[in-house]
């Protein structure tokens, strides 16, 4: 059984940083590529950012690109997300998803694309 567990969520002031893991069992992890989503009640899942199986290739939304950095250790079946300067309108609920099917280089954008999805951690940024 797949599981993805996110952990790092919380309270912080508008500025400053939070880094999210998501940790994987139930799955040969380095055959994943990973991805982060963000989601507000009421609205659409958002594409934050997203690592290749390998690790060499990552994405991130514009919104993010420069503030947040994704990582990933094999060895500890994880995926990061550094997130730095943050904004009050970074608050959302944060998930993690992982996609057998990506390539060894490519790092998905599209929700459609991961199969397997965890339960959320809230980050809430305030001003």
């Known amino acids: 059984q797949v599981q993805l567990v996110e952990s790092g969520g919380g309270l912080v002031q508008a500025g400053g940083s939070l880094r999210l893991s998501c940790a994987a069992s139930g799955l040969t992890f380095s055959r994943f590529a990973m991805g982060w989503f963000r989601q507000a009640p009421g609205k659409d899942r958002e594409f934050v950012a997203a690592?290749?199986?390998?690790?060499?290739?990552?994405g991130y939304a514009d919104s993010v690109k420069g503030r947040f950095t994704i990582s990933r250790d094999n060895a500890k079946s994880t995926v990061y997300l550094q997130m730095n300067s943050l904004k009050p309108e970074d608050t959302d609920g944060y998930y993690c998803a992982a996609d057998s099917t990506a390539g060894s280089w490519d790092a998905p954008r599209r929700e459609s694309e991961y199969e397997f999805w965890g339960q959320g951690t809230q980050v809430t940024v305030s001003s």
């Open positions: 690592i290749s199986r390998n690790g060499f290739s990552t």
